[in-house]
């Protein structure tokens, strides 16, 4: 392939994977009329790259289109599929599963057919191992996750991984075993290993270094590895399979040369070996994306090195990327990609031209040199990935890269070569055990001494940035030294910057959070933080609310409209990782942590934003755990917010005479069910936006369309965080008043009216 295609052909890879995601009008007509431009003009300079981008757009496209339909959502499917992965969580099993035949057990339903990849629950199951076959009955739902800002999207990650649908396996009729796992080296190999008489995390580690099992990692790892900056080290990267390619090379090339000590520099059969073994240790590993993404950008590397007819390192560099992309368009969206290839031109850019060092004494300065340079743009890449920055990262580095490059990897590797000497496997493996405990000391050491930070949100950009043009300040050559110091120092200043997304005096930020169904809102003025609810907590003992923030945080107010666990689920993880002042709660209410009661009456004020619960009376004893909700009403301003939690519609018109009207915003209560909502409240307050906090597919079908339609009919905005993701808006003094939803809706800026008139049709 011409050198000069490489650009070409990464960028054109690129274009395809924008234009697969965006898939703008006419999309598929303006490809096939390149596509015969191209194959007119004759040329592979302009053929090649659009054959690049038409693929990868098409792929991108099909990927969409294989996710399952609407229609299907809760609907009996019966599967038969491979099993991929297994993690077990006490009672509960993970799956993901290769669907290979699905049908729907009704009659009359949308076909299924394109189903390829499901990821799955099941409780009290069955002793499920990779690669059986089983057959089950499913209840699925299309790929989807909470929306809330700065937290981690559940959504992106099952497009990455290629999941199509997420469900669980139904008990009845029960799972049938169709065929047992057939041979597989990786199966066998951690058979192996579980054999062993190892420590369990050396086990563990081992299994991660050498055969790229990052599932066997428990969460304890990833925490450690996580706060000390060294997760790159421990999936199946160049590093891994470029030491397998590098030792089979060193390997044949000494045979090369005592088989034909004239000509062995001319011998082109070691470089495929070693590329051979690149292949072949990427697929042991599962050929996963880091290890498929490892093994191209090896194989380009081992071209580069051979020098025939190779390309220069930038050539090389974009074309491993333009390779990857077509192979896994989807890895656009895999934070590794761009920290690797980040890496690897940081290293080029540090390397080319340079002079080799020389001696022991020049390497290890060279490395360090690199290892520094290093740091700071992986710090901002893993920033702008995670939010979330290791301060112990760059000293850490300097002894884990090269301990476990040169030790750990080899040593595990070599213990694999042996295993047919069980005496020499066990040493090299013993060995390795000694090394993690001492790195693991290592690690918690420097996580003890500077641990993990998790920056606000508005530091997270500038501060990636800050690191970057630290990078290249160090990095280029040609540049003062002086100007390199006082630049840094001053870019150093960033963390210590302002916040200015907190709001002023007299104003009032409200997010209903998306926590599925239940229900969760936050309330910040300019000194003041409290939330309404602390959401659920579901039947796997996940609660929503440990995705929203890191533990610390600092909460004056927690106010728990009553005790039922989709609105107090969240109550024990606040009371536990974060410093509540007051949980407030209903008379008679059980939440698990001590409270003051909520009463009608009861009013405070912050920053100049007025606090006031309407309900319930002092005495509580005959309602019900749900009419017995406290009803908060906050007034900023010319504007009003009135949350009502779960009361019914009695309780309602008993509140019509405390409320004050015009009401701005309203919190529909018990999540848009008919219960609450009636026809006098809704006609008295006409508020201008209501909105349902509802989970996705939610089984009660909240929020209900006669409640919509009611809140419609007097011109209310509905919104729905099972639609919209968490739900952002200001009120207050000087506030314009526009809401902000984390997952915008393309409909809602369409049509008469503009967001609150344009309404999605049914069908």
Do not use: K
Request: net charge positive.
């Amino acid at each position: 392939m011409p050198f000069g295609l490489a650009i070409p052909l990464a960028l054109a890879a690129l274009g395809g994977v924008l234009l697969g995601h965006h898939a703008p009008p006419g999309l598929i007509e303006a490809l096939g009329l390149a596509l015969l431009l191209a194959v007119s003009r004759r040329r592979l300079a302009v053929l090649l790259p659009v054959v690049a981008m038409t693929g990868v757009a098409i792929a991108l496209l099909l990927a969409r289109g294989a996710e399952l339909p609407a229609g299907l959502t809760r609907e009996d499917l019966a599967v038969e599929a491979r099993v991929v992965s297994v993690a077990r969580e006490g009672r509960l099993t993970r799956l993901v599963v290769a669907v290979e035949a699905c049908r729907p057990v009704a009659d009359g339903r949308l076909p299924c057919d394109d189903l390829r990849r499901l990821r799955l629950s099941a409780f009290a199951a069955p002793a499920f191992r990779p690669g059986e076959r089983w057959a089950f009955t499913v209840r699925l739902r299309p790929p989807s996750g909470l929306a809330n800002p700065h937290t981690f999207d559940y959504r992106g990650w099952l497009w990455r991984e290629g999941i199509q649908a997420t469900g669980y396996v139904r008990g009845e009729p029960a799972a049938r075993r169709l065929e047992a796992a057939g041979p597989s080296l990786r199966r066998r190999a951690l058979a192996h290993l579980d054999a062993r008489a190892l420590d369990a995390r050396a086990s563990r580690w081992l299994a991660a270094l050498s055969l790229g099992a990052g599932e066997r990692l428990q969460q304890a790892d990833w925490e450690l590895l996580n706060a000390s900056g060294t997760t790159h080290l421990m999936v199946i990267s160049g590093l891994h399979v470029g030491l397998v390619a590098a030792f089979v090379l060193l390997m044949a090339r000494g045979v090369a040369r005592l088989a034909t000590p004239g000509h062995w520099r001319l011998a082109v059969w070691p470089w495929w070996l070693a590329g051979g073994a690149a292949i072949g240790y990427a697929w042991v590993a599962g050929l996963e994306p880091p290890a498929l993404r490892a093994m191209v950008m090896t194989l380009v590397g081992l071209w580069v090195a051979s020098g025939r007819h190779a390309p220069g390192p930038w050539q090389a560099w974009w074309l491993a990327l333009g390779l990857v992309l077509l192979l896994d368009p989807r890895s656009a969206w895999r934070p590794g990609l761009w920290l690797s290839f980040a890496a690897v031109a940081l290293l080029i850019l540090i390397w080319q031209g340079r002079p080799r060092p020389r001696g022991v004494r020049g390497w290890l300065g060279a490395l360090i040199r690199t290892q520094l340079l290093l740091a700071p743009l992986m710090a901002a890449a893993v920033l702008l990935a995670f939010a979330r920055l290791a301060p112990a990262a760059p000293l850490v580095n300097l002894v884990a890269v090269p301990l476990v490059s040169s030790l750990l990897v080899p040593l595990g590797l070599l213990g694999w070569l042996l295993a047919w000497l069980p005496p020499l496997s066990r040493l090299c493996w013993r060995l390795f055990e000694h090394l993690v405990e001492g790195l693991v000391w290592l690690l918690e050491l420097a996580v003890t001494w500077l641990p993990l930070w998790v920056p606000g949100p508005e530091l997270v950009t500038p501060l990636a940035l800050a690191l970057a043009v630290v990078t290249l300040l160090w990095a280029l050559p040609g540049l003062a030294r002086s100007l390199r110091l006082v630049a840094s120092l001053l870019l150093a200043l960033v963390p210590l910057t302002p916040s200015f997304e907190s709001s002023l005096p007299g104003q009032l930020r409200v997010r209903v959070h998306d926590v599925g169904q239940g229900q969760l809102v936050e309330l910040r003025t300019a000194g003041y933080r409290a939330l309404y609810d602390a959401g659920p907590r579901f039947a796997s003992g996940f609660a929503p609310l440990a995705s929203l923030w890191p533990p610390g945080q600092r909460f004056d107010d927690v106010i728990v409209s009553h005790d039922d666990l989709d609105h107090a689920g969240g109550v024990p993880l606040l009371a536990d990782e974060h410093q509540v002042v007051r949980f407030i709660a209903p008379p008679g209410e059980r939440v698990g942590v001590p409270v003051a009661p909520c009463r009608a009456g009861d009013a405070w004020e912050r920053d100049g934003v007025r606090f006031r619960f309407l309900w319930p009376p002092h005495e509580t004893g005959e309602l019900s755990s749900n009419d017995r909700s406290c009803v908060l009403e906050v007034t900023a301003g010319d504007h009003r917010l009135l949350i009502t939690g779960d009361v019914g519609r009695e309780v309602e018109r008993a509140l019509l005479l405390e409320t004050r009207t015009p009401v701005t915003v309203l919190v529909a209560g018990h999540h848009g069910s008919r219960t609450s909502s009636g026809p006098q409240l809704v006609q008295s307050l006409s508020p201008r936006h209501v909105i349902f906090s509802a989970g996705r597919d939610n089984p009660f079908g909240h929020p209900h369309d006669e409640v919509v339609r009611r809140f419609r009919r007097v011109g209310s905005c509905p919104w729905s965080t099972a639609h919209d993701g968490a739900v952002t808006l200001w009120l207050g003094e000087a506030v314009i008043g526009d809401v902000v939803s984390e997952r915008p809706a393309a409909w809602r800026r369409s049509g008469v009216g503009g967001d609150c008139l344009a309404l999605e049709s049914p069908e």
